[in-house]
């Protein structure tokens, strides 16, 4: 089994490249994001522990489930806080990525795409076979996150605690290029699709 890594800054298009991945080889998808939420969402005791036991309980609502905008204040307004939500998000995560490997292998998959925006960032390239960025100018990424309603200041934030598009393209193996049309993008995506199955599949 193989295992390519999908990455690419805030705003660059990743999400959509993943699912493009899927709709044409129905390749396995590990979406680290996804993984992120679920730990949210299902109220993992030893997040909950480690962030109630750092900021109070006023990070979570009445039910008990946590507020994620307040959380996201706290850590884009402090780089240390950040560096403390990594520390203990990032190994929650990769032990859930494992786990799925372990299982994909099990089923006989022949090739997963690891979707992880902060694949460099917690140096988990060095499980990948492969490495694919899409990228974005830094421009286009700024106007794609006003379009979700972010504000100025949660942008920078946001784009200043992550590596930049240029380093994580500079750093691949592959590159997308997603400043242009979808069917671009797309043609992209059918190529590198053709090159791994023909060429990296068969070694």
Same mark, same amino acid.
């Given at each position: ?93 990769? $032990? %859930? ?6 299982? /994909?292998?099990?089923? =006989?998959? #022949? &090739?997963?795409? @690891? ?50 598009? $240029? %380093? ?6 592959? /590159?997308?290029?997603? =400043?242009? #049309? &979808?069917?671009? @993008? ?18």
């Amino acid at each position: 089994m193989k295992i390519i890594a999908l990455t690419g800054g805030i705003g660059c298009g990743k999400s959509t490249v993943s699912r493009i991945f899927h709709d044409l080889c129905h390749w396995k998808i590990i979406d680290a994001d996804r993984i992120c939420h679920e730990l949210y969402e299902q109220k993992n005791v030893k997040l909950s522990d480690a962030l109630t036991c750092r900021w109070g309980r006023g990070i979570l609502n009445e039910d008990g489930c946590f507020l994620r905008s307040e959380i996201a204040r706290i850590v884009f307004e402090d780089r240390a806080e950040l560096d403390f939500l990594n520390r203990v998000l990032h190994p929650l995560i990769f $032990d %859930e990525v494992k786990k799925q490997c372990v299982q /994909a292998e099990k089923e =006989s998959v #022949s &090739m997963v795409v @690891l979707d992880a925006p902060l694949l460099y960032e917690c140096s988990w390239n060095s499980a990948a076979d492969k490495v694919i960025a899409v990228w974005a100018p830094f421009k286009l990424q700024y106007e794609r996150l006003l379009e979700r309603g972010w504000n100025e200041k949660h942008i920078l934030a946001r784009l200043q605690s992550q590596m930049s598009a $240029d %380093e994580k393209m500079s750093r691949a193996d592959y /590159a997308l290029i997603n =400043s242009g #049309s &979808m069917d671009f @993008l797309k043609e992209q995506v059918l190529s590198l699709v053709q090159h791994l199955e023909t060429s990296f599949l068969s070694e």
